[in-house]
């Protein structure tokens, strides 16, 4: 069966600070990972992850895949107290029609 | 603007209750879903629909009934036969075939029973 996890569940760092959450993933014929923010309603798209190695960044926010461990990390540099949410981890395989979640990581970050 | 419109965005159900929640899209995209989200467990699939008049089970779709007569419109019925019904419902498009940028959500309707 397909399953996503994501580790720590719960993290709380103070501003300045540098995170990495993590998600491993177990799905059939993978397409792609995606990674998600959510504040208060709606996860807000991130990444699109689907090949070995390249990092995509946004800003102080940076991704990237490894296939042959099976994993991802999202990292955020110099966090702020605007970082402060729900990151989920998301993947797609080519035989499935939809998304497999994460339970998520709930980031915390104090002035 | 485009995108996806959920109602209401608090609904209170009473026990053996049906209620219906909405979803709107104006972004034309064929797919919709709808997850429900607790606490600790991410978003589960309840249900989806590739195209008009046709839908899928997803995850945890017993208790649960949609309708796809409309591409814009894809409402979900949290019947009385689902037992744990409150929690966070979210309904998502995407465009196929997928481009790189994910899913579409809604802002979401929290269910309580009362």
Redesign the interface.
Known sequence: EDKVVQSPLSLVVHEGDTVTLNCSYEVTNFRSLLWYKQEKKAPTFLFMLTSSGIEKKSGRLSSILDKKELSSILNITATQTGDSAIYLCAVEGYNNNDMRFGAGTRLTVKP | DGG?TQSPKYLFRKEGQNVTLSCEQNLNHD?M?W?RQDP??????IY?S?IVNDF?K?DIAEGYSVSREKKESFPLTVTSAQKNPTAFY?CASNLEP?L?????????TRLTVV
């Open positions: 996806i797919a879903y997850y600790g467990q991410g978003l589960r699939l989806y590739q899928q997803g979210l997928r790189n940028y994910g899913y579409t959500f809604g802002s979401g």
